[in-house]
């Protein structure tokens, strides 16, 4: 999704919530663009850190390394996280970073070296009480380790705070792998709670058996769900009377992909979008259901764990054909709702443990589920969904700290 479809987005909540220009230009104003060179071993590679808006708290979101990063992908993703963070209630702001490099083509060292030349790069706009990176997509724990490593090297003092998403041993929550799947699973459960309908009676598709599929695919079929189906980027399987979510981890951790399943029936990965099931969940990409395929989703309900899977032109398809869409800022916030404990680990000297961090995440999560299903259900027209509710409570909050901090 690109910058200019948030703007239309906007709009349209601006119109729900009868912003004035003022309060609209503030939303799209960035607090701070970075753009810079990283060079490794005779190459340059195109970087940024991008601060969208702080006014709630210090910027807050992953740096990503992919050969399709851009600015205006950074600048869309960090308007997410501002959003995201404003709705569970954190103190914090949106941001991201990203390399545009395929990691896929480089080994570890090299991999090193480019973490430690962004932080060498950027390190001058980060901080615990500035802006606070984590992974994203192709980073990880041990890339956030060589970051702070580096970054505490350069300041000569220990500021774990700066980064989350750390390893264990450098002040990271053995809580984080699993924790936007966990919080996924959380606001599924409250979701369908309101639908009266039970686990078991309920069918689910998953796309993307990475991190947050897999985990999520796990957590499910524990309390009874019946997954129907599962796709990664080589392809789908199905069985309507249930998949063996256990076989299938074991498979795509041995052989890198769900297709390898025995037996069961392959599908193309669009049509598994297209399948009847309840509950579809979405964990792989962004524009996964567009205006090109909306009409065929079969799904009664949508969860959105990947960050921007429905482009704007297909939400309002299947909001016309009352599909009800959970979405992204509230279903896939458990990452850094966790995020949030890491930090404040770090800033204290670790005052949460195990049960408190387990227990903010329930208490956030649940939290920002009854005010936007409450808004939404309030406001129930045929064109009002829960994202215009999610939204307008995210927005609402930014606005008031912009009004206290006397911006407008
Ligand atoms: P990942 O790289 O571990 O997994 C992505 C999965 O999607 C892989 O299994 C890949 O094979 C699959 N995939 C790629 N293209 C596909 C296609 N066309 N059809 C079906 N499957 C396809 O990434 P992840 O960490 O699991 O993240 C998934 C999504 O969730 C991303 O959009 C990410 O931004 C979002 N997200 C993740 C977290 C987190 O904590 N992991 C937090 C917030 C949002």
């Not at 947050?212 to 599962?230: F, P, Q, R, S």
């Not at 996964?288 to 989703?297: F, G, L, P, S, W």
Request: glycine share 10%; charged share 30%; proline share 3%.
């Amino acid at each position: 999704m690109t910058f200019e479809d948030i703007k239309e987005g906007l709009k349209k909540i601006s119109k729900l919530m009868n912003l004035n220009e003022k309060e609209i230009n503030i939303l799209l104003k960035f607090k701070r663009i970075a753009k810079k060179e990283l060079e490794i071993n005779g190459k340059t590679y195109d970087a940024w850190r991008i601060v969208h808006n702080d006014s709630i708290g210090p910027g807050k979101g992953g740096i990503r390394f992919h050969p399709a990063v851009s600015e205006d992908e950074v600048k869309s993703l960090s308007f997410w996280m501002t959003v995201k963070t404003s709705l569970v209630g954190l103190p914090f702001g949106g941001a991201k970073g990203g390399v545009k490099i395929n990691p896929k083509e480089l080994n570890k060292e090299e991999i090193e070296k480019v973490s430690r030349a962004y932080i060498k790069t950027f390190n001058e706009f980060i901080g615990e009480d500035k802006d606070i990176p984590a992974p994203d997509v192709y980073t990880n724990s041990q890339i956030m380790g060589w970051m702070l490593d580096e970054f505490e090297k350069i300041k000569g003092r220990h500021e774990p705070g700066t980064i989350t998403g750390k390893p264990v041993e450098l002040g990271g929550s053995i809580l984080r792998e699993k924790a936007t799947s966990e919080g996924g699973r959380i606001i599924l459960n409250l979701f369908l709670e309101r639908m009266n309908k039970k686990p078991r009676e309920t069918r689910v598709v998953i796309q993307g058996f990475g991190n947050a599929g897999m985990n999520i695919a796990k957590m499910l079929h524990d309390e009874g769900y019946n997954i129907i189906g599962v796709s990664d980027s080589k392809g789908g399987i199905i069985n309507k009377s249930g998949l063996d979510i256990e076989k299938m981890i074991k498979i795509k951790k041995e052989k890198d992909s769900v297709i390898y399943y025995p037996d069961i029936g392959k599908i193309y990965n669009k049509e598994l979008l297209e399948l009847e099931t309840d509950v579809l969940v979405l964990a792989a990409l962004e524009n996964q259901i567009t205006e090109k395929n909306a009409d065929r989703v079969k799904a009664k309900y949508i969860l959105e764990i990947a960050n921007g899977p429905i482009t704007s032109g297909g939400d309002d398809i299947l909001c016309k054909k009352g599909i009800i869409v959970i979405p992204d800022i509230l279903a896939n916030a458990g990452g850094v709702v966790t995020s949030y404990c890491e930090w404040v680990n770090n800033i204290t000297g670790g005052i949460f443990s195990k049960e408190v961090m387990e227990g903010i995440l329930k208490e956030k999560m649940t939290t920002a589920f009854r005010r936007t299903y409450e808004l939404y259900e309030e406001q129930k027209t045929k064109t009002f969904t829960m994202r215009n509710a999610a939204y307008i409570i995210a927005i609402k909050r930014i606005l008031g700290a912009e009004k206290a901090r006397g911006s407008i």
